[in-house]
């Protein structure tokens, strides 16, 4: 399976009136895993990188709710690049797979969804002890 078959980009549906807009997200049915662990990044400009990891056991969707921003997913073999500049929009990342989120406009909200609690043991921080863990190196 290639890496854009893997990392899907999601799309969720636009539930909102003359009031105003309204996004849905359940876990388990708009995307791949119940919810465990919600948290965002605000704050961040151009010049910063986030994440730069893969994770052992943790699975993510990364939606920018606000602004906009780009997110550099690799498996060590196949490369994308995904821009997040819709509310209605995101991306799955699976387990093992690496991910550095970055150009964030400068109102940016970047909400990222993820399958697990914190485990700070399973992350792995240094991207070529990640291509040595998968094989590649």
Known sequence: MSLK???????FGDLGDERGKLVVIEGGQAIPFDIQRV??????????VRGQHA???SEFVLINVAGKSKVRITDGREEIIV???R???GVYIPKMIWKD???????????VLASTHYDG??????YDEYLK????K
């Not at 078959?5 to 799309?11: I, P, R």
């Not at 989120?101 to 909400?111: G, Q």
């Not at 043991?121 to 240094?126: L, T």
């Open 133 to 136: 863990e998968i094989g590649v």
């Open 121 to 126: 043991s399973e992350y792995i921080r240094d």
């Open 5 to 11: 078959e893997m990392c899907k980009v999601l799309h």
């Open 39 to 48: 948290f965002y990044i605000y704050e961040s400009d151009a010049t910063v």
């Open 101 to 111: 989120m970055y150009d964030f406009s400068s109102d940016s909200v970047l909400l």
């Open 55 to 57: 994770n052992r056991e």
């Open 87 to 89: 509310p209605m929009m």
């Open 83 to 85: 821009e997040l500049d």
